[in-house]
């Protein structure tokens, strides 16, 4: 069993509201849950829809088109309709070609008001499903807990004249629920943040910029609770200089940030690299260049934020394939970022920020990763030459001094020009420090069969849709292997090879036009030659997509 | 090649203006006893933001990037609100590459205290027109002349009610170090603009020039008097107020935090 639900509207009509309300309530019915969102960068108008894929079978990604599209106005069937080859398609009116014609609005306002158009449509949605509303009433009454006992009895009626409504289209569809018992969705960017928090993030600063604004909203949220000071910046400029003072100061802090904001922060990234100081920014990215396309996705920013920064100095970039990983790499990006001192970037994008899935719920107790803060007195030299390239890291208010230059400095962190003494020394103790990170890098992770001479290689939000599109090729009878890369920089080539073991074919799924990673994985020599599958028009990868791109491949490949 | 020796303190040129502020700023920190341990100096990049490294003793020192110290100084502020932090650097760092964060942070009223050294002209850059040099100004790259309004930091720091807005010179030992000992006492945002000389690339604003036109505010202005501080931030050419223009009743920035009542975000 697997249905994809699409509601569709205008920006401002509720199609945000109409989605959350059924993703809630067939959560809670007991499905596994998969969400995506495609709006466009505006407030009112235009045309904006919520996938809702629900399954009795683990998901980990959308689909192209739908089972059933919910169309609350006529943009959204005229545009959407066609693209189904079946299904069944509710309109919001009084008749429509094609479509079963629901009144959704026209019910709400009998059942006291309009905005109850969301509690109509989840019902005849419901009523097509085939399902017992009792979870969707249940949820009705948990949503609306806080409000008056009429309006929750309003909503209720909006959703039971809904079913009443779909009557005649009523089991189109066969949902059948397990009872799964994971009522929470989280949104990747959800999960980021809450990885941040457990792993003991203090401070906070950002500018808006979509998508990364949801994990900001998302720590400002649970701010009080843990702590946690967030500061919205004047600019990116200010928000990564800030992280690095209070970084400095000895706060583990966070920036958050999206393409040109990103390109805003690149001086500062830098510094972080130059003073050695433990500063995450996640990267979410959305197709540019410049503004681009503000609310869509990509993957494009990878060589970016690989090479940001002038000069040389490391860092490492991680990269989410999943709502558990972007828990569990916010996490282990503060514990790089501390433990070596330089920057450590978390790279996503809008795609997985706004996917939302009822996983099971991250760790509440996992404990806050080791801060490598020293205290010592006397002489104290910031930057004392070691094997590792880490030096101990006193913060000020101690009784150590702790100085720091943006200059080339000497041991101290005093302002220095002597070019083959302090600064070869420091400019070798930082880049030692990226042989620490290269050493550790997070291994690549493998599914399917071990054995198999078609690789698929992706990295960061492609996972799920790789995931979903080797288990496809698997049932129809071919041999595939996927190695997923969490970690996109430092490269190690030894430890990669070992996952690649260069089989005769290779594809990589990438959201770019170039083949960015397989250029990253060349130039390591993990790879040589390699097929590319990739997805630049703004919408996320499915494995519709990519069964239907590597089967292209194959097929001009044998011709 | 070792340059360990050519690499001399400090980088400043002989007469500099800069030489007077650092010793009033390491008289003013002995006098109001500044505890060095919880002291930071936050700069950015200019002849002045290298202020930090020629103190008397030590202190914590942050000298990050070019317009980005109160930024810095900030997020430092925020980290653990019981530092004293100090923001040190020219006019082209702070007024130019770095305005939008002094219009911020005055708006914030944020608990850090600027000495902004003002010579009218680029340093380290060799010689081309600061945000605040006077118009007619000529350098080898405004040859025209500077077209551009001089910036009025005194009166868009009493606009965004600050704290504390004051302006001394670097000519006037005792009347800087009494500044930046009444500066650090501030709670919220402090800015304090030193005018100072550059004996190479400012032959127009001279220690002479300056030192004719200062002139100590009257004692009888009321610095809460938002208007009469105005009326005196406005005051340019044939005579300087130099003292405390504007005190304001806001609180400061981190006071207002509820995440700090209880402690730092380092505690």
């Known amino acids: ?559 | 090649m070792n340059l360990a020796k050519a690499d001399t303190k400090p980088a400043w040129c002989p007469g500099c203006g800069n030489f007077g502020i650092l010793k009033a700023f390491n008289a003013a920190i002995e006098e109001a006893h500044v505890d060095r341990r919880r002291l930071v100096l936050v700069s950015g990049i200019g002849q002045a933001a290298k202020l930090p490294h020629y103190i008397d003793g030590n202190a914590n020192v942050f000298n990050g990037l070019h317009g980005r110290a109160i930024p810095a100084a900030t997020g430092i502020k925020l980290a653990n609100h019981s530092l004293e932090v100090v923001v040190t650097s020219g006019d082209g760092d702070m007024y130019g590459e770095g305005g939008n964060h002094l219009l911020h942070a005055m708006r914030r009223n944020i608990g850090i205290h600027c000495f902004v050294h003002n010579n009218q002209v680029y340093g380290l850059t060799k010689g081309q027109a600061s945000p605040t040099s006077d118009s007619g100004f000529m350098t080898l790259l405004q040859s025209h002349g500077v077209m551009s309004a001089p910036f009025q930091a005194m009166a868009a720091a009493i606009v965004a009610d600050a704290s504390f807005v004051a302006r001394s010179f670097s000519g006037d030992f005792e009347h800087l170090k009494a500044m930046m000992i009444e500066a650090m006492k501030v709670d919220g945002f402090a800015l304090l603009e030193i005018l100072q000389p550059c004996v190479t690339f400012n032959k127009v604003n001279t220690f002479s020039w300056y030192r004719q036109r200062v002139k100590p505010i009257d004692p009888a202005h009321d610095p809460y008097d938002r208007a009469g501080a105005l009326e005196l931030a406005f005051r340019w050419g044939d005579e300087i107020p130099i003292g405390v223009y504007y005190r304001s009743k806001r609180p400061g920035f981190e006071s207002q935090l509820p995440v700090l009542k209880t402690g730092t975000l380092v505690s």
């Not at chain 1, 009454?141 to 006992?149: A, V």
């Not at chain 1, 197709?287 to 993957?299: C, F, H, I, V, Y």
Request: aromatic share 6%.
């Open chain 1, 1 to 559: 069993m697997d249905i994809s639900i699409r509601i569709a509207g205008e920006a401002g009509q509720g199609v945000q509201s109409a989605g959350n309300l059924l993703v809630g309530a067939l959560a809670r019915t007991g499905f596994h849950v998969f969400t995506t969102k495609s709006y466009m960068s505006r407030i009112r108008g235009g045309l904006n829809w919520f996938d809702i894929r629900i399954s009795d079978r683990e998901l980990f990604a959308g689909r192209e088109d739908p089972d059933l599209l919910v169309a609350l106005t006529s943009e959204g069937l005229e545009i959407l309709a066609p693209l189904m080859a079946d299904g069944v398609v509710l309109f919001d009116g009084k008749e429509a070609k094609g479509a079963y014609a629901i009144p959704f609005t026209e019910a709400a306002k009998e059942a006291g008001n309009a905005i109850m158009a969301n509690s109509v449509a989840a019902g005849a949605v419901f009523a097509v499903l085939g399902l017992d509303n009792i979870q969707l009433l249940n949820h009705l009454r948990i949503q609306f807990k806080s409000k008056s006992d009429e309006l929750i009895e309003q909503n209720l009626r909006a959703a039971r004249r809904g079913g009443e409504l779909a009557a005649s289209c009523a089991g189109r569809l066969e949902a059948r629920p397990i009872d799964l018992g994971r009522d929470k969705v989280w949104a990747g960017s959800d999960a980021i943040g809450f990885g941040a928090v457990t792993a003991g993030v203090k401070f906070v600063t950002a500018y808006p910029m979509t998508p990364s604004t949801a994990t900001l909203n998302y720590l400002a949220e649970v701010a009080d609770d843990h702590g946690i000071l967030v500061e919205q910046a004047e600019d990116e400029i200010a928000a990564v200089n800030m992280v690095c003072g209070s970084a400095y100061a000895g706060a583990p802090s966070m920036t958050v940030t999206s393409g040109g904001g990103f390109a805003l922060m690149v001086e500062g990234v830098s510094l972080a690299g130059m003073l050695e100081l433990p500063v995450v920014i996640l990267l979410a990215q959305r197709p540019g260049p410049a503004t681009g396309l503000p609310t869509r996705t990509a993957q494009a920013d990878l060589q970016f934020a690989i090479y940001a920064g002038h000069g040389e100095f490391p860092k490492a970039v991680l990269a989410p394939g999943s709502h558990e990983e972007c828990f569990s790499l916010a996490r282990h990006a503060f514990a790089l970022a501390l433990e070596y001192q330089t920057p450590v970037i978390i790279l996503t994008d809008q795609f997985l920020q706004d996917a939302e899935k009822n996983i099971e719920p991250p760790r509440a107790d996992a404990r806050p990763v080791d801060f490598h803060v020293v205290s010592v007195g006397g002489d104290y030299h910031r930057y004392s030459i070691t094997d590792s390239g880490v030096s101990p890291r006193a913060v000020p208010g101690g009784e150590a001094f702790v100085v720091v230059d943006s200059d080339e400095h000497d041991s101290i962190g005093h302002i220095s020009e002597d070019l083959l003494g302090d600064h070869i020394e420091q400019h070798n103790k930082r880049m030692r420090k990226g042989e620490g990170l290269t050493s550790r890098m997070l291994p690549p992770v493998e599914l399917g069969h071990p054995d198999a001479d078609n690789v698929m290689v992706c990295w960061g939000s492609s996972l799920g849709p790789c995931r979903e599109a080797i288990d496809a090729l698997i049932q129809a009878g071919e041999a595939w292997r996927l190695v997923h890369f969490a970690q996109v920089w430092p490269i190690n080539g030894d430890l990669c090879r070992r996952h690649l073991r260069n089989p005769p074919r290779i594809v990589v799924v990438e959201g770019n036009s170039t083949g960015q990673f397989a250029s990253i994985l060349r130039q390591a020599g993990v790879i040589d030659k390699c097929e590319h599958c990739l997805r630049y028009d703004g919408l996320p990868f499915t494995a519709g997509y990519i069964v239907e791109q590597i089967t292209g491949l194959s097929s001009r490949s044998t011709k």
